[in-house]
C-alpha cells in the first residue's frame, strides 16, 4: 500500500475509541509494517486513565453547581487542556514507535464537546503538532476539517484521509475542498458491516461494500484522481482483504478482530463477552445520542440504563446550544416516573459515561466469527490472541482460512 511516498504492509487497523485501538495495538500494526490508529474520542478521559492526568476531575469540579440543570449551555471544555491532554497522547505514542509503518489518529466529527469548529481545530492541530504520522476523518462529512488545518505548517505534509459511505459523500467532500488544492492521501469506504456508528440508515442491510467500494474506484479512474481507496467493515479474512485488492483497492482497514488481542484496550473480561457472542446477539439500535445508527452487541449493560447525564465530567456529545439527545430522553423519564430512584431509558444512552466504562460493546457484524478464530480452554474462557498473530494471519493467510493460536497454559 503506497500513501504518498511511503510503501507499507497494506492493512489498516482501525481507530477504535474510547482507547480500544490502544497506543499498544497501533504500535504492533506499525512495527509490524502497517497502519495502526489511536483514537481521540474523549481523549481526557483516555489521558486520566493511561498518563494519571486529572482532567476529567478538573472539569467535574469546575461545573460541579450545574449537576442538577437541564440547562448544560455552560459546560464546556477548556480549550488549553484539550490540545495539552492530545498532545501529550500522541507525543507518548510516537515516542515509542518502532518499525516501518505509521500511526494515525482517528478523528470522529460527532464529538462536538459544546463547541464544534474550536474543539475539532484544537483537537487536529494538536495532533499535528505532536508528530502523528497522519489523521483520519470520521464521524461526519468533515467538510470544513481540511480548512481547520491549513495554516499549519504540516498540512501538506502529515496523511490526512477521510472515511466515507458513499459515492456521494465522497464528491461533496471533493467539491467543498477544491480551493485548497489538496486531496486526501487515502479514503476508508466504510461498508455497512462496520462496528460502531454506521454511515447508513436503518436500512442498512441493503448496501454492499464491494458495490460501493467499485461505484468509488470508477469514479476516481474516470477522474484521473489517484487517491488509494481502503475498503472496511466485514473483511474477516486475508481472502477477503486480496478479493479487494484484486478490485483495485490499495489496502483494507480491519479492526474486529483485534478487539480480541491483548494489546487491545477492552478490558479482558469484556473480550470474552465477544467471542461468546452469537450471530442474534448482535445488532444495529438508534440509541446513540449522534443520530448516527450504532452496532453493538445487545446484552451491553449500558442498553436502557437509566444513568444521571454525566455532561459535567465529560459532555463530548453536547451539540454547540449544549444539547443532547440523552439528556432530554433522560429528564422526560424522569418526569415520568416522580419520585423513583432510577428510571429505565431506552430510546438513548449516555454514551459519553457508557462508551468510558466499556459498556457499550460496540462490534462488527462478524464478531460473532470471532471465537472460530481461537481456542477453547476448560474453564469455558477462549484464549486471548496477539496483535501480531492477527495482523500476520491477514498478511499471510490463503483460501479464506483463519489460523488458530498455539495452545497456551491456563494457569491454575
Not at 352 to 381: A, E, P, S, V, Y
Request: net charge neutral.
Amino acid at each position: 500500500m503506497r500513501l504518498g511516498r511511503d510503501e507499507l504492509v497494506p492493512i489498516m487497523i482501525g481507530g477504535m475509541g474510547v482507547d480500544i485501538s490502544s497506543a499498544d495495538l497501533a504500535l504492533e500494526a506499525a512495527r509490524l509494517g502497517g497502519v495502526g490508529h489511536i483514537s481521540d474520542a474523549m481523549i481526557k478521559t483516555v489521558t486520566d486513565r493511561r498518563y494519571k492526568t486529572k482532567y476529567v476531575k478538573a472539569k467535574q469540579a469546575q461545573y460541579q453547581y450545574n449537576v442538577a440543570s437541564a440547562d448544560k449551555s455552560a459546560v464546556k471544555f477548556d480549550l488549553g487542556g484539550l490540545a495539552e491532554a492530545t498532545r501529550m497522547h500522541v507525543e507518548k505514542t510516537m515516542t515509542r514507535k518502532q518499525g516501518s509503518g505509521q500511526i494515525f489518529i482517528n478523528c470522529m466529527e460527532k464529538l462536538t464537546m459544546n463547541a464544534p469548529k474550536e474543539t475539532l481545530s484544537v483537537r487536529l492541530n494538536s495532533a499535528l503538532d505532536a508528530g502523528i504520522d497522519g489523521i483520519t476523518l470520521a464521524a461526519g462529512l468533515h467538510l470544513g476539517s481540511f480548512a481547520l488545518m491549513e495554516s499549519h505548517p504540516r498540512f501538506r505534509d502529515a496523511k490526512l484521509g477521510i472515511i466515507v459511505s458513499s459515492l456521494r459523500a465522497l464528491q461533496l467532500f471533493l467539491k467543498k475542498n477544491s480551493r485548497l488544492n489538496r486531496l486526501p492521501d487515502y479514503v476508508v469506504v466504510e461498508g455497512p458491516l462496520a462496528g460502531g456508528h454506521l454511515g447508513f440508515g436503518m436500512d442498512w442491510a441493503k448496501y454492499d461494500l464491494a458495490t460501493i467500494v467499485a461505484e468509488i474506484l470508477q469514479y476516481l479512474k474516470q477522474e484521473a484522481l489517484d487517491i488509494p481507496v481502503i475498503p472496511a467493515g466485514g473483511i474477516f479474512t486475508g481472502s477477503d482483504a486480496v478479493s479487494f485488492m484484486e478490485m483495485g483497492a490499495a489496502g483494507v482497514q480491519v479492526a474486529t478482530r483485534f478487539t480480541v488481542t491483548k494489546e487491545c484496550g477492552l478490558p479482558d473480561d469484556i473480550k470474552q463477552e465477544y467471542f461468546k457472542a452469537n450471530e442474534d446477539d448482535i445488532e444495529v439500535n438508534e440509541i446513540s445520542p449522534t443520530g448516527y445508527p450504532m452496532r453493538m452487541i445487545k446484552s451491553s449493560p449500558g442498553i436502557g440504563d437509566g444513568i444521571r447525564p454525566n455532561c459535567e465530567a465529560y459532555g463530548y456529545l453536547l451539540d454547540a446550544s449544549g444539547k443532547c439527545a440523552y439528556i432530554e430522553a433522560y429528564n422526560r423519564e424522569v418526569a415520568a416516573h416522580p419520585g423513583e430512584r432510577k428510571v429505565k431509558v431506552w430510546d438513548k444512552t449516555c454514551l459519553c459515561t457508557h462508551m468510558r466504562n466499556f459498556d457499550i460493546w460496540t462490534c462488527g457484524q462478524l464478531t460473532w466469527r470471532l471465537k472460530d478464530t481461537t481456542l477453547r480452554h476448560d474453564d469455558g474462557n477462549y484464549q486471548l490472541l496477539s496483535a501480531q498473530h492477527v495482523f500476520e494471519d491477514y498478511q499471510f493467510s490463503t483460501d479464506h482460512k483463519v489460523l488458530l493460536p498455539t495452545p497456551e497454559a491456563v494457569p491454575a
